[in-house]
């Protein structure tokens, strides 16, 4: 969970605990459904991103989350 943080740049006031609980859960959850073991930095740090764009917005269900990043980065790999 804690390894979002590790791609998160905004200020630290930006997310409380539970918010940054609930990204670390979509991300280890759209992590782990890519099936990838070996994932690059790049991906990983695009995964988080848009975890925590839908987290700015007010989004905080990781499910959701989850599928958000995992739709983001397969409109990602169709478009690049």
């Known amino acids: 969970m804690a390894r979002i943080l590790h791609f998160i ?8 605990d539970d918010g940054t609980r609930v990204m670390g859960e979509a991300f280890d959850a759209a992590c ?5 073991n070996n ?4 991906v990983r740090e695009m995964i988080a991103a848009r975890i ?4 700015k917005r007010g989004e905080r269900d990781p499910e ?3 599928s ?3 739709a983001a980065l397969g409109s990602d790999r169709e478009n690049g």
């Open 52 to 55: 925590v764009e839908a987290a």
């Open 68 to 70: 958000i990043a995992i």
């Open 39 to 42: 994932l690059s930095d790049l």
């Open 9 to 16: 740049r905004t200020d630290a006031s930006t997310f409380d």
């Open 32 to 36: 782990a459904q890519i099936q990838d």
């Open 64 to 66: 959701r989350l989850c």
